[in-house]
Structure formats: C-alpha cells, structure tokens
C-alpha cells in the first residue's frame, strides 16, 4: 500500500455545501479514472512511471511495470496464488480420492452384511424345516434279514452257516451300532428344533404381548430382516448422496482452476495487446521504451 | 510589534466565520495597532460583504484599535492557495498572516509568531493546533522518508516551553510570513485543489536556507477542514497525489531518486495484482 497515510491531517468535514468549481474539474478526473477498467488504469500507470524514470535520468530498461510483471510473473503475489490454488485442487482431490475409498469401504461392507443376511435367513429358513420335518416323520428302523440253513455236506454247510451267523453278527452289531448313532443324532436333533421352537415360541408370545397381532404374524425374524433391510438401503442412500456431493465438489474444483488460468491469461494477454497498441499506434511512436 | 495584515480566503463559510471571527478581531482589537483583517470570497455566493457589514459592523467613528475587515471578491473560485496570495497582494502591512476560517484563535496567539518572525532567518512561523477546547497533544506533523517514499507522521510533542521549533513545513492554515516573500513564493498550481502546496513553499524556502517554525506558545483551534466540498476519498486522493507532486519537485538525490521509482513500481505492481485500484488511480492522477 502507498504510504501516503495521513494520520495527523485534516478529518473534519467540509463546511462547504458543495464541491468548490476549482475542485470539481480533479473530482471528475479521478471519477473517470477510478471507473477505466484495472488494465488500462494500470496501463496508464505503467507508461508514467516510465517517464518519471526518463525524467530523474534513470535507466529506461525496467521502467515498464508491465515488463517487470511479466518478467516476475513466477515469482510475484500472482504465482503464489496460483500455487496456493493449485494446493487447495489437490488437497480436495486427495479429499475425493479418500472419501471414495472410504464410501468403497462401506458399500463393501454393506454388501458382506447383506451376504451374511441371507446366509442367516436361509440358515434359519433349513432349520425351520428340518425341525418340522423332524417332528413329523420318525427316524425307520433298520431290520436284518438271515437267510435259512441250506440242506447237504454238514461240514461246509455248518462252516457256512457259522460264517453267515458271524456275518450277520457282525452286520447286526453293525447295524445296531449305526442305529444308535442315528437316534443320537436324531436326539439332538429333535432337541435343537424343540429349543429352536421353544425359543421362537417365546419370541412369538412376548412379541404377542407387545405388539398387534398383524405385526406379530410376522415372527421376529422376519422383523430382524426387515430391519437390516431397512438399515441397508439407509445406507445406500448415504453413500449415494456423498457420492454425488463428491462428484459436485470435483467439478466446483475443476470450474475454479479453469476460471484462475483464464484470470492469468487473461491478464498477461490484456498486459501483451496494450503495449503492442502503444507501440504501433499512429505517432506515438517516440514512446516506445 | 508591527502591525499585520490577517487574509482569509472562504468559500461559502459564513457560518466559520460567524464562529471564529469574533475571537480573532478581538484578539486584534487588544494589540491596537492597526491590524487589518482581508476576507477573501473565493468565488462564492454573492452577498459575503454585505454579510459581513451587519454581522461585525465598522465602529461609527474612526477607531485606530479596530482592526479594518474588508472583503476581496474573487469572481472565479480558484481555492484557497490562490486566493491567500489575492489577499496577501491587497495587504497592505509587512507581514501578512494566513488563516483559515475554520481555526479559532486563542488569546496571546498572535505575538509569538511575530517574535518568532522578528529572527531574519525565519521565513514562516505556524501555532500549535489544539483539538477542540483540549491541550495540543502531540507537535506538528512532520514529513519522513520511509521506504523510498515520502510519508506523513505525527511530530512529537513539541510543549508549550516558549520560543520556537524547527518544522517540517508551516501549515496555510495558520501561517504568519512576511508579504513580500509569500508573493514570490507562490503557490503551485499544480497541487490545485488541496494539500502540500504549503509545504511546497515551505522547502523551497528552506532550500534557500531559510526556517520555518512552529512558535510553542501560540495555539489555535481547528484547521482541519479544506473548504472545498470534496467527498473524503477524492480529498484523500488529491492529497496522495500532492504528496507524490512535492516528492518529486523536491527530490535531488539521485540514489533517492532509484529507491523512489522503485517503491512507486513495486507499489504499482502489487496494487495491481491485488485489485487496489485507488492507489493506481492516485498515481495515474499524480503522473498524468
């Protein structure tokens, strides 16, 4: 800023009413200037600076303002601003990059907690039959059949019958054996179905109690799924919405760098054509530093 | 004491003068010596004199202790620079004291400013200006150069010890000079409208090696308007403008004169790449 303060000068107002006649042609002169558009304003400035160095015998060679602007143009406030930009670009993208990663992250979730859903449901839905098919149907019995002693040589035909006998021992035992552990399974089995149905017996009472009966049809179950259902669309919801604020903050970003180029462009070319102007204008062809 | 010659260049400030003038006629009315006091109507509505005559009518009979009010009408306004130096060739004593119809005088104002003036080597001597009915708090205000520009601070106290101190410049708006050398002077029309054509005078007197002063023991109140309408930011503009006018008569040295430019390109630089575009417009006033 020009340090032309003045701290201990005049700062109360006028007792004039208006602005005296004399006053009124530099008023109108710096109205006009202050509209001119900052280019040219600065273009004007450029060109006096350089006679004022011409005037105090300086060198020529750096008066131009604009020369010194183009030529510091990497190192000025007009640089570091566009570094700054360019930071804030990537600061937001490495921000997008990472939210995406992040909503990955979460639809990924979603979809292992909606595998294990169903893996859930369908567990539940085979034990359910099971169960019922359990309870219906008896577990059968196995029989084991010896065939009648044949007629002939004593000997061989003891020899095989006493083989047969073992045979059928050792197939009896077999059996029995398999038998036993079949009903112990079936045990079990039938155990775990009347614990599961105990259980869903007292879901469905307490849920009876608590709740109309429409609802209650349902089966608590149903309402678990119905619930993570519910949460999961939720949020997919979310991760829609913050995949579309993110995809809106990239193109505000973008918008922003394309819009501070054009500035730069646009500045350098406004600096570039008002020299060239006043270098090739008619008569005025002394000024040309 | 001699006699003096008071101008005051108004441009529709009547109601000032109503409020100021009283004070210093009665000043004057006290030393008895033949003062006169010149109102210059600087272009403004017409009807000033007559005003004037009903508001501090001339005693019926000659009175040498009255001080003379007679009024010098300009009819073309051309500020109070110009209009100063009107009444100042109309004066008709040695010493003519600048003042504008905004600053109320105290009593005893007067006479050390002529003592300090009695000193051949002085050329200007100005008051201590005190806010209001207060004290003045601080001296006046002085002009540095600071980072290759010419900047305007407050002076340091400066006290009310009696006798004079060196000052930067004496301001038009309470100045005592002697007449011959305020009309050689002149004011530079270039700092039309307003600001530092006083200290324009100022150093050129004191580059040939003449003093200015500020007397410790004459205060007055006010002067801190310029008279002329202008809205603030205009009136802030000429005056930064008027300071770079002054830099640039007054600047001989040429290493000064490097860090000058300099300071004026990098200050143009940088108030164009951050869209300040009233510094640009007081440089583009002041260099056109």
């Known amino acids: 800023m020009l340090p032309v303060s003045h701290a201990t000068e005049p700062r109360t107002e006028s007792a004039a009413t208006e602005i005296a006649p004399h006053a009124r042609a530099f008023a109108e002169r710096a109205r006009k200037l202050e509209a001119l558009p900052l280019a040219e304003l600065a273009a004007r400035v450029a060109e006096g600076l350089a006679g004022l160095r011409v005037t105090f015998g300086l060198e020529p060679s750096a008066a131009d303002p604009f020369a010194a602007l183009l030529a510091a143009l990497p190192r000025t406030e007009l640089a570091r601003r566009l570094a700054e930009s360019e930071a804030e670009v990537s600061a937001a993208r490495a921000a997008l990059v990472e939210s995406e990663r992040t909503a990955a992250d979460v639809e990924r979730r979603s979809e292992s907690l909606k595998a294990a859903l169903r893996e859930r449901s369908a567990d539940l839905a085979v034990a359910i039959a099971r169960a019922d098919a359990a309870a219906k149907a008896p577990a059968p019995i196995e029989r084991v059949e010896i065939d009648p002693e044949p007629a002939g040589d004593s000997s061989f035909t003891r020899a095989v019958v006493q083989a047969r006998e073992q045979h059928a021992a050792d197939a009896a035992a077999t059996a029995q054996l398999d038998r036993e552990a079949l009903f112990a399974r079936l045990d079990n089995e039938v155990h775990a179905l009347e614990a599961s149905r105990r259980q869903v017996r007292e879901l469905l009472d307490e849920l009876e109690a608590r709740v109309p009966p429409p609802a209650v049809d349902r089966g608590r179950a149903q309402v678990e799924v119905d619930a993570l259902l519910g949460d999961l669309a939720e949020r997919e919801t979310t991760i829609e919405s913050m995949r579309r604020d993110l995809t809106w903050r990239a193109r505000e970003m973008d918008a922003m760098h394309a819009e501070l180029q054009s500035t730069r462009y646009r500045l350098l070319a406004r600096a570039i054509v008002d020299r060239a102007e006043r270098w090739v204008k008619p008569g005025r062809a002394e000024e040309r530093p | ?288």
Request: net charge negative.
């Open chain 2, 1 to 288: 004491m001699k006699p003096v010659s008071v101008v005051i260049p108004v441009f529709d400030a009547r109601e000032l003068l109503e409020q100021n003038l009283p004070a210093l006629l009665s000043e004057l009315e006290g030393r008895a010596l033949g003062d006169e006091v010149i109102v210059v109507d600087d272009g403004g509505e017409r009807g000033l004199a007559a005003w004037l005559e009903a508001a501090f009518p001339p005693p019926a009979t000659f009175d040498r202790a009255r001080a003379d009010v007679r009024v010098l009408r300009r009819r073309k306004n051309a500020g109070p620079a110009r209009a100063a130096l009107d009444g100042a060739a109309a004066a008709v004593h040695d010493r003519v004291l600048l003042l504008a119809p905004d600053v109320r005088v105290r009593p005893g104002f007067l006479a050390p400013l002529e003592a300090a003036l009695e000193d051949p080597t002085v050329a200007a001597a100005s008051p201590r200006f005190a806010d209001g009915e207060a004290e003045p708090s601080g001296g006046a205000a002085r002009l540095v150069w600071r980072g290759g520009v010419l900047a305007v601070e407050p002076g340091e106290s400066d006290g009310g010890h009696g006798g004079t101190v060196e000052a930067s410049y004496a301001t038009i708006a309470a100045l005592l000079a002697r007449r011959d050398e305020l009309l050689a002077a002149e004011f530079d029309a270039r700092f039309t409208p307003t600001g530092f054509e006083d200290v324009d005078v100022c150093w050129a007197w004191k580059r040939a090696g003449r003093r200015v002063v500020v007397a410790t023991d004459s205060i007055v109140e006010g002067g801190r308007g310029d008279g002329l309408g202008l809205p603030a930011d205009v009136r802030e503009a000429a005056r930064a403008r008027n300071l770079l006018l002054l830099t640039w008569k007054h600047l001989d040295d040429p290493a000064r004169r490097r860090e000058h430019v300099e300071a004026l390109e990098a200050h143009a630089l940088d108030a164009l790449l951050n869209g300040r575009r009233s510094e640009l417009v007081t440089l583009a006033l002041a260099l056109s």
